[in-house]
């Protein structure tokens, strides 16, 4: 069992970076695949971008490629979403989640039915 802990949320004016981290603050992300998920305002909560446990494949959404990039670093036992080139839509309430995941899964099993949630960091972007 793992518990996410998200940081690094802020303020920033639209076309700005912000870098997202996502720390185990009970047990370790060996063997989890990790994914990052977003609600914005009035929205249904969305699927951002996801890493295998050991970070040799990535996924995204459509709305975020190429300009997002989910990386972990299993040493320190944390994961990492870089945003770059925000927009005001990217502005949500950002999560991080967990599950395991140690093997060879479908494309489509990193997108969903995650089992361990941060409580999230909220990201604004100003226009």
């Known amino acids: 069992q793992v518990q996410p802990v998200e940081s690094g949320g802020g303020l920033v004016q639209a076309g700005g970076s912000l870098r997202l981290s996502c720390a185990a603050s009970?047990?370790?992300?060996?063997?989890?695949?990790l994914g990052w998920f977003r609600r914005g305002s009035g929205k249904e909560r969305q699927f951002v971008a996801a890493?295998?446990?050991?970070?040799?494949?990535?996924y995204y959404a459509d709305s975020v490629k190429g300009r997002f990039t989910i990386s972990r670093d299993n040493a320190k036992n944390t994961a990492y979403l870089q945003m770059n080139s925000l927009k005001p839509e990217d502005a949500a309430v950002y999560y991080c989640a967990a599950k395991y995941a140690r093997g060879d899964y479908a494309d489509s099993f990193y997108y969903t039915n995650y089992n361990y949630w941060g409580k999230g960091t909220q990201v604004t972007v100003s226009s």
């Open positions: 009970e047990g370790t992300f060996n063997g989890y695949a």
């Open positions: 890493a295998t446990w050991d970070g040799s494949s990535t």
